[in-house]
């Protein structure tokens, strides 16, 4: 029904900067919820952004605001997550997802990308 495809992940050097995209195809509706969430080895999946394709307020967890930003093109189908100042401890697989829900800091979304790997060195 919907198809999300994340890209751009890598290897960095701690204080570099990253961009990863998100594209999606099939059914898109506007009211969805956009997410972006991370997930380390033996840590549950965590919220990082989240936005709408219908516009609103952009969210954003303690631990990246003033770092991240997320930004949508919707004639594209694609957001993305400008990451800035990463550190160490932003070391995760990446993902990005979709919900027609409100609640978008839950980590249960009803589709899902297949995630990008982000190493920030030391």
């Known amino acids: 029904q919907v198809q999300l495809v994340e890209s751009g992940g890598g290897l960095v050097q701690a204080g570099g900067s990253l961009r990863l995209s998100c594209a999606a195809s099939g059914r898109t509706f506007s009211n969805y919820a956009m997410g972006w969430f991370r997930q380390a080895p033996g840590k549950e999946r965590e919220f990082v952004a989240a936005t709408w394709w219908s516009g609103g307020r952009t969210y954003y967890a303690d631990s990246v605001k003033g770092r991240f930003t997320m930004l949508r093109d919707n004639a594209k189908n694609t957001v993305y997550l400008q990451m800035n100042s990463l550190k160490p401890e932003d070391t995760a697989v990446y993902y990005c997802?979709?919900?027609?829900?409100?609640?978008?800091?839950?980590?249960?979304?009803?589709?899902w990308g297949q995630g990008t790997q982000v190493t920030v060195s030391s």
């Open positions: 997802g979709a919900d027609p829900k409100d609640a978008y800091y839950s980590p249960r979304y009803d589709y």
